[in-house]
C-alpha cells in the first residue's frame, strides 16, 4: 500500500490492467501505446516508441547511439538483459588519434569523436525476434511520419538547442536541420528530418542488418565520416551483433533488483542500494538532512569503486563478485559518518588506482522508458548518444546523428579505460528492474550521467521504505551528487523544494551544497511502472522534469 500521507503531485499516477507506457515524450509514450493497442508486445512498444523518440527527442536518443535492455514476466526466462553497445573500431587506436594531433584526450564533438559503432537498432532486432508480434516495417510508422512531416519542439529539445547553437553551426547538416531559420527553435516550432525518414524507410523495408550493418547505411555513414577522421569502417558495422546477457543483481528488502553488467554503471546502483540496506532509511525521514546527506555519502563511496574499476571486462578483470558482495559493503560502510561529509576529493582505501589517473566526468544525454503488456512482459530500457547530440555530426548523408560514447576512452596507454581496438567503453546508462516473489514488480530508471544511479535509488527508496506512489516518487524533491554535463566540480545540486533548514544542516555537516530549481532537469527524467499483484493494476508516473507522460489502457 502506498502512503496517504506522502507528498503532494503535480499530476496523480496512472493506473491501468492491459499495459502501460512511460517516456519523457508525449508523442513517444504515444507510440508506444499504438503498438499495444494493436496487439504488440511490450518489445514492440518500446521499439516504437524508441524510433519515434530518435526523431522528436534527437538530442537525447537516436539510431547513431547505444540501448541497454532489461525484461521479465510473460514468456521470459527469470531476468532477460540486452547490451546494444558498439565497440571500438578496429582501427581505433591511440596512434591514430596521436597522428591527428590529439595525444591529451579524443575529441568530444565531430567525426574523430564517432568511433564507436552504434548499438542501438541491433538491439531492437534480436529483441524482435524473440518477442516481437508486430510485423518490423509497422513500428516504424509513426517515426516516419514524424521525420518527414515534423514535429513541434518541446521544452527540453528548446532549451538544448538554445545552449548547442553555436555546436549545432559548426558542423554540416546540424544547423540545416535543428536551426532552420538560423536561429534556435522555441516551443511549438516545428522540425523536420527527411533525411532521416528516408533512412527509417530503408531500415523498415529492408530490416537492421541488410540496410544498416551490413549494407548501404554502413557504407554512407563511413564515407561522410571518414574525411573528417572517424576510424569507423563498414567492416566495424558488419562485425558488430547485439546480444543476449545475463544481468548483475542483489536484494533490496525483499526485492531482487537488476542490472546490466560492467561496462555499464549498473554495479554502481547495486552498490548504492547494498550500503543503504545496513541504513534504517525509514527512521530517517524522507526531504531530511540525516537522508540527502547519507544518500551523497553511500554515492561517493560507491562511485569510488567505479571510477576505479569500471571499463571494458574483455580487457580488465573486474572483481565483480567482490564489489557486488554484502560483506563488502559492510567493509564500506564504515566509512561513511552520519555527522560530516567524506572529503570530496579524498582517496578511499582499498582502491587500485589511487590519483594516478585523471577521471573525467562522464555525461549524459539519455532517454529511459519503460513498457508493461497484458501478457504481464515488462521492459525497462534505456537509450543514448552519450552527450546532447551525441558527437554533433551526422553520418554522412543519412540523418543519423552520431554518438560521441567513445570519446570517453583516455589516451593514457596506463589508464584502465584506455584505447585500444573492439572495445566497450564506460557506460554511465542503466535500466533497472525489482522483481518480487518471482515476478516483475517495478521498471525504472532516468537519464543523467553519473546521476542515474542516485536518483534510481531516490526513488526506489521512496517507494519501498517510505511507502510513496511511483508519481509521489518521481516528484519528490531530488538531487545530484556529482558532475554531470560537463561540470568540473563535485557538488551536491539540491531541488528548491528541500527546506532550508535541510540545506544548513547540509552545509555544517561539510557537503558541497548548491540549490537549483524545482523540477530541474540537471537531475534526470524519470519514469516507473509498478505492478500491484494484490489489484491487478500497473501504477505508472512520469517525470515533470521531461516531456512526457504515461498512458495506460
Known amino acids: ?134 510485423d518490423w516495417a509497422d513500428l516504424f510508422e509513426d517515426a516516419i511520419h514524424y521525420a518527414r512531416h515534423g514535429f513541434a519542439v518541446t521544452r527540453s529539445l528548446a532549451d538544448w538547442l538554445v545552449a548547442d547553437e553555436a555546436l549545432l553551426r559548426q558542423y554540416p547538416g546540424m544547423a540545416e536541420i535543428f536551426l532552420p531559420d538560423g536561429k534556435p527553435q522555441r516551443e511549438g516550432g516545428f522540425i523536420a528530418q527527411p533525411g532521416l525518414a528516408d533512412t527509417l524507410e530503408l531500415i523498415a523495408r529492408k530490416g537492421a542488418r541488410d540496410a544498416f550493418y551490413e549494407g548501404e547505411l554502413a557504407a554512407r555513414i563511413c564515407a561522410g565520416l571518414r574525411p573528417g577522421g572517424s576510424p569507423l569502417a563498414p567492416e566495424d558495422f558488419a562485425d558488430y551483433h547485439a546480444e543476449w546477457v545475463a544481468p548483475i543483481s542483489t536484494s533490496y528488502r525483499g526485492y531482487d533488483i537488476y542490472q546490466l ?7 554502481t546502483a547495486i552498490q548504492v542500494l547494498n550500503l543503504l540496506e545496513g541504513f534504517d532509511v525509514a527512521g530517517w525521514g524522507d526531504n531530511t538532512a540525516d537522508y540527502y546527506h547519507h544518500m551523497a555519502e553511500v554515492l561517493k563511496v560507491a562511485a569510488a569503486d567505479r571510477d576505479e574499476w569500471l571499463t571494458d571486462p574483455n580487457f580488465v578483470d573486474i572483481p565483480l563478485e567482490t564489489l557486488l558482495s554484502k560483506p563488502y559493503a559492510d567493509e564500506r560502510r564504515k566509512l561513511i559518518r552520519a555527522d560530516r561529509s567524506l572529503a570530496v576529493d579524498g582517496i578511499e582505501p582499498g582502491l587500485r588506482y589511487g590519483a594516478e589517473f585523471d577521471k573525467p566526468a562522464p555525461r549524459g544525454g539519455t532517454v529511459y522508458f519503460c513498457v508493461t503488456d497484458s501478457d504481464g512482459l515488462m521492459v525497462s530500457k534505456i537509450q543514448s548518444p552519450y552527450y546532447d547530440f551525441g558527437a554533433c555530426v551526422m553520418g554522412g548523408d543519412t540523418g543519423i546523428i552520431m554518438q560521441n560514447r567513445g570519446s570517453f576512452f583516455s589516451l593514457d596507454e596506463n589508464h584502465p579505460n584506455r584505447l585500444e581496438p573492439k572495445k566497450n567503453t564506460f557506460h554511465t546508462i542503466i535500466p533497472a528492474l525489482a522483481v518480487r516473489d518471482g515476478m516483475p514488480a517495478i521498471a525504472y530508471g532516468t537519464m543523467g550521467g553519473e546521476g542515474q544511479s542516485q536518483t534510481q535509488a531516490a526513488m526506489l527508496t521512496r517507494m519501498i521504505d517510505f511507502g510513496y506512489d511511483v508519481q509521489q516518487a518521481i516528484e519528490a524533491p531530488r538531487w545530484l551528487f556529482g558532475r554531470t554535463w560537463g561540470m568540473e566540480s563535485r557538488d551536491l545540486w539540491m531541488e528548491s523544494d528541500i527546506p532550508e533548514n535541510v540545506l544548513r544542516e547540509l552545509s555544517v555537516r561539510g557537503q558541497p551544497v548548491k540549490r537549483v530549481g524545482r523540477w530541474d532537469s540537471i537531475v534526470g527524467h524519470a519514469q516507473a511502472i509498478r505492478w500491484n499483484a494484490g489489484t491487478g493494476f500497473y501504477e505508472g508516473g512520469a517525470d515533470p522534469r521531461g516531456d512526457g507522460c504515461v498512458i495506460g489502457y
Open 261 to 267: 553488467p560492467p561496462s555499464t554503471q549498473g554495479m
Open 1 to 134: 500500500m502506498t502512503n496517504s500521507n506522502g507528498p503532494r503531485t503535480g499530476r496523480p499516477p496512472i493506473y491501468a490492467m492491459r499495459g502501460m507506457v512511460s517516456s519523457p515524450h508525449y508523442l513517444a509514450s504515444e507510440s508506444g501505446m499504438k503498438a499495444l493497442r494493436q496487439g504488440g508486445s511490450a518489445v514492440d512498444a518500446s521499439i516504437a516508441l524508441n524510433l519515434t523518440m530518435a526523431v522528436v527527442y534527437s538530442h537525447m536518443s537516436g539510431l547513431g547511439g547505444d540501448g541497454f535492455w532489461l525484461l521479465a514476466g510473460g514468456k521470459t526466462t527469470g531476468v532477460e538483459a540486452i547490451r546494444a553497445s558498439g565497440p571500438s573500431a578496429a582501427r581505433a587506436t591511440i596512434e591514430h588519434y596521436r597522428k591527428h594531433g590529439h595525444t591529451d584526450a579524443i575529441p568530444d564533438r565531430g567525426p574523430l569523436a564517432a568511433l564507436t559503432v552504434p548499438g542501438a537498432l541491433d538491439g531492437f532486432r534480436i529483441a524482435h525476434e524473440r518477442y516481437g508480434k508486430l
